[in-house]
């Protein structure tokens, strides 16, 4: 009867604790399940101004183990937000690695583009070794365009962290499914 008593104890506790955390930053809120109970920070930064955009971050930290960045761009002019051409601009970055899956899916409730295993270079741009990455990207206002066969937007979404380890690949596919950002009016 304790084992079973302990087993509900331990179901109850790892649904408690994994919840939906919420940032706000700037004029977005940033909504996500990353469906751990481990320990871990998130941080809002920005927002960071240049002539052409202003950016925000929303850092994803477990201390000594990985961090996981969101981020968001707001252009001042309208850019190209073709899944297909961001796709093929990832795909330049893996081409022949067996290791890589870069294909367009839905990320909250949106067209974008899903890579797995993208390479992660230094500081003079060499691949490190055993060093992988996930990222997302996505538009949270593309439209097609009146003029030809294409999409644009302002504000994009570009999601990035380790992909190493079965860990990493569960934290990766949880805020897949559960990201959302929300602009404020």
């Known amino acids: 009867m ?5 087993l509900a104890l331990l179901l109850f ?9 919420k940032k706000t930053i700037g004029p977005f809120e940033v909504a996500f399940d990353l469906n751990t109970t481990e320990n871990h920070t ?18 994803i930290d477990f201390a000594n183990k990985s961090t996981l960045g ?5 252009t001042k002019e309208l850019d190209d937000a ?3 051409a961001t796709q093929n601009a990832i795909k330049s970055r893996v081409m022949n690695d067996p290791n890589a899956s870069v294909e367009i899916d839905t990320i909250d409730g949106r067209e974008g583009v899903v890579a797995f295993g993208v390479p992660v270079y230094n500081e003079q741009l060499q691949p490190i070794e055993n060093e992988r990455s996930f990222m997302y990207v996505y538009w949270l ?3 097609k365009c009146e003029c030809g066969p294409v999409y644009v937007g302002k504000t994009r979404v570009w999601v990035v962290g380790p992909w190493t380890s079965e860990w990493d690949d ?7 499914k559960t990201l959302k950002i929300t602009k404020k009016s």
């Open 70 to 74: 969101i981020y968001i761009s707001e």
């Open 13 to 21: 506790l790892s649904v408690a604790s994994a919840a939906t955390e």
């Open 170 to 176: 569960s934290i990766a596919r949880n805020l897949l």
């Open 141 to 143: 206002d593309s439209k």
């Open 42 to 59: 998130v941080e809002a930064l920005g927002p960071a101004e240049t002539n052409v955009s202003t950016g925000y971050t929303v850092i």
């Open 82 to 84: 073709t899944p297909k």
């Open 2 to 6: 304790k084992f079973y008593a302990f």
